[in-house]
């Protein structure tokens, strides 16, 4: 087998350099498997108080206890309640008292004949305006309103009701009474722009 062997530099020797040389590659190995990491890749330390947090253990006990005890008095009282009527030990003779009870009663009484004084004047007061004065203008602005406009009052309302009864009556021809209405307010219409040109032309 090491006549076979071809060394990698050249020996006068095969056999021996075939054994030094597997001596030396397992040296070799035998240090890539003993060498040591340079970069610690080590999980690190685990400390017990910052794994068991005692202190927020020592705050839940507390509060465990404290829980435990108003729970221990409230059953207590309940049973206490239920062996007895229910009664209560909080009542007292105790009188609720005020120190300017009469002051405020003296403030009250002055404040409300005030107010009696204040009212008597105000029912007293005679209006400064006059209502029924105001119904008798109104109604003379509507003489004159009367008197100036062109239209009636419901004019628009009868043409409406002259629409609707022409379309019941029929749909297809014009009513005399509607284009007689529509003249008279086209012409009337007419007669407005004429004076109004008119007056213009004076001026």
Do not use: F
Not at 45 to 72: F, G, P, W
Not at 118 to 135: D, G, H, N, T
Not at 179 to 193: F, N, Q
């Amino acid at each position: 087998m090491h006549k076979n062997y071809q060394p990698v530099k050249p020996a006068t020797n095969k056999l021996l350099k075939k054994r030094w040389d597997g001596a030396a590659h397992d040296m070799h190995r035998k240090k890539v498997a003993s060498a040591k990491p340079v970069v610690d890749t080590s999980s690190p330390h685990t400390y017990a108080h910052l794994q068991s947090k005692l202190k927020k253990l020592q705050l839940d006990e507390e509060r465990h206890a404290v829980i435990d005890r108003d729970n221990r008095h409230l059953l207590e009282r309940m049973s206490e309640i239920m062996r007895t009527r229910g009664r209560v030990d909080n009542w007292n003779g105790y009188e609720p008292k005020s120190l300017n009870k009469a002051k405020r009663t003296r403030e009250l009484i002055r404040v409300t004949l005030e107010n009696q004084k204040i009212l008597a004047r105000i029912q007293a007061k005679q209006p400064q305006y006059s209502v029924k004065k105001w119904e008798e203008d109104w109604v003379d602005t509507k003489k004159y309103m009367g008197s100036i406009r062109r239209y009636s009052d419901d004019w628009y309302q009868q043409m409406q009701k002259e629409k609707r009864r022409s379309r019941q009556s029929s749909r297809g021809t014009r009513p005399q009474s509607l284009s007689r209405a529509g003249d008279e307010i086209e012409t009337e219409v007419s007669k407005t722009e004429q004076e109004t040109s008119v007056a213009a032309t004076e001026q």
